[in-house]
Structures are given as structure tokens and as C-alpha cells.
């Protein structure tokens, strides 16, 4: 194949930061934002890195986009854990009690036995640090230079992780992509492959533009320097993600060859939004883990599943939808 088959039609720099909450430039851009009359950035977020585009006339590179996280899900302080906590409980006293009597105030001797029933239950029994809350959703951000406008959303979906990996026996990541004017989520899915220890997802893109469903696939390398993966649609190359060795967050340029894919920017705010989850992989699969065990362990209470999380995977024909 000829090389100038493969050059990259559209190239961008995705930089994430070790240190987000002290970042000398994350001052600025938490004041901007903040500022900005859009919901989709609230009180729990920090930014946590940039995402840089390379002119294809000019050559010339310009940071274009910044990335904010979610932290209040992900790093859940004590105090929100202990409200959780305390939600919980409150909801299974409700339900212990609604099994002794389903309505009106219990008897002297009911309150007893609800009592009694509830110093044994598993729930009642949990401390704080028992709750299994983290969730990674990562957010960005268009910088035009006089506001940020926000292009996608990548949310971590809990739920789906723990069936799948229970069912694969193996902790595999599933993650949702929001983005505006876009009619349909992307889920993007780790598959399991028995002889296949380096990570592949796949995803199904709905190109509006062409009115097509592009299949997807992000294949990490088997050797790299830094984390790799070659971006494939429909089995054929059509990019990569280029981890970088050197640096001191996550650092990977983003390629693509394919002209239509290349020139949707929704695709390429899609493959940035993926690689800005990379450097988290490693702890999300150690929540997954937890979570399984407990679940498997019956201690369902311990998984919790937020509410934002449940409304992606909601039936849409239901009449409450």
C-alpha cells in the first residue's frame, strides 16, 4: 500500500493531566466555565486536560478543546459517601417495615421486631467506605476562544460492566458516548477474547451525515511504548490512538486516514472522548472487581447505581420514558 494511502486526514493531541485539581491552567478554565450559563458543567467538575488540533493547510497546532471530569463521582469525598449511606438505610428501614405492616404505625411489638430484623441486616450493618460509587463520565469542552461550548460527554455504565464481567469472568468496561444533535448513544464495549490479553472495544457509529452505521474497532497493540491502539472500521485500518511514553498524564496523538470519518467531527470528538478514559482503565477495572465481588457475594447494597446511569438504559417505548 502506498504511503500517502495512510497520512492522516485529521491529527489531534489529547493531554491529560497527573495533577488536575493543581494545574496552573485549571484555574483559569474552571473560572470560565463556571461563568458559562451550560448545565453540562457543574460544581463536581475539574478540568483535567486539553485537546489540541493540527491545521491540515497550515501545519500550525491549537489547542481547540478542554476536558473536564467529573470528580465528586469519581473521587466520592466521605461526607457524599456517608449521605449515600444514609439514603440507603433509610430506604431499606422503609422496606423491612413495609414487610411487618405496609401501612399505618407499628404496634410495641412491631417496632421490636422491625428492630430486631434490622441488627441483622446487611445493609443497616454497612459503613461508609462499603459503598461502591465511583464512576468515571468525562466531558468536553469546544474552546473558540470566547466561550466553551460543550461536544460530548463519556460516561462509565456500572451495571453493564458487572453483568458482563461476572458472565466473562473477566473485568471488561462499558462506556456511553453523548453527543449533541447526535439521535442515537455509542456504547462502546471491551470484548472478551480468550487468547487476546491486550483490550478490544467495539462500537457502532451512526454517521448522520451519510446516513450510515459505521462498525467499529479499538484494538490495543500487543507491543507499544505507551498505550496503542490501532482504531479499525469494518476490518479495515482507518486510524490510530499514539500513546506517548514521555509525559506525565496521558499523552497520545489521535489519527485518522479515513476521509468521511476523518471529516465528521463528531467521530473525532468520540475517539478523543475514548482517550481521555485510557489512563483511568486500570482503576476502573479494580472498582469492577470490587463491585463483582460483592455482588457475588450477595451484598447488593454495596453497588451503587446512580440514578443519571439508569436514565441511559431506559427503555424508550415505556411510557415513563
Known sequence: MLWWKNRPEQLRYVDMWLLPGIHPTNIDLLQRLKSADDRQFGTGMDVCGTVAEQDAKTGRWGITNV?????????????????T??????????????????????STAQSKLLEHKLQDDAVMNLEAGDIQKRRLVMKLFRNTGE??????????????????????????????????????????????RTLRIPAVYSCCFHDARNDRVWHISLKRKWFSIGADFIVE???????????????FGYNAYVELSEPLLAKNRQFVDLLSL???????HRA???????????????????????????RLMRNPRSRAA
Not at 463519556?154 to 466473562?168: D, Q
Request: charge should be positive; proline fraction near 1%.
Open 67 to 83: 476536558v473536564g471530569i467529573r470528580s465528586d463521582i469519581w473521587s466520592p469525598g466521605k461526607d457524599e459517601l456517608q449521605r
Open 85 to 106: 449511606l444514609n439514603a440507603l438505610q433509610r430506604e431499606r428501614r422503609e422496606q423491612v417495615k413495609d414487610n411487618i405492616k405496609s401501612s399505618g404505625r407499628l
Open 147 to 192: 466561550r466553551l461550548r460543550w461536544v460530548g460527554t463519556i460516561e462509565e455504565l456500572t451495571a453493564w460492566e458487572i453483568s458482563n464481567s461476572i458472565g466473562s469472568r473477566r473485568c471488561l468496561l462499558s462506556m456511553a458516548v453523548i453527543l449533541p444533535d447526535q439521535d442515537f448513544v455509542t456504547f462502546i464495549q471491551q470484548n472478551h
Open 233 to 247: 472500521a469494518e476490518g479495515r485500518e482507518i486510524g490510530k490512538i499514539d500513546g506517548q511514553l514521555i509525559g
Open 274 to 280: 475514548f482517550a481521555t478514559t485510557v489512563s483511568y
Open 284 to 310: 476502573m477495572r479494580k472498582s469492577i472487581a470490587r463491585r463483582m465481588k460483592s455482588t457475588q457475594n450477595g451484598d447488593s447494597g454495596r453497588h451503587i447505581i446512580e440514578d443519571e446511569e439508569m
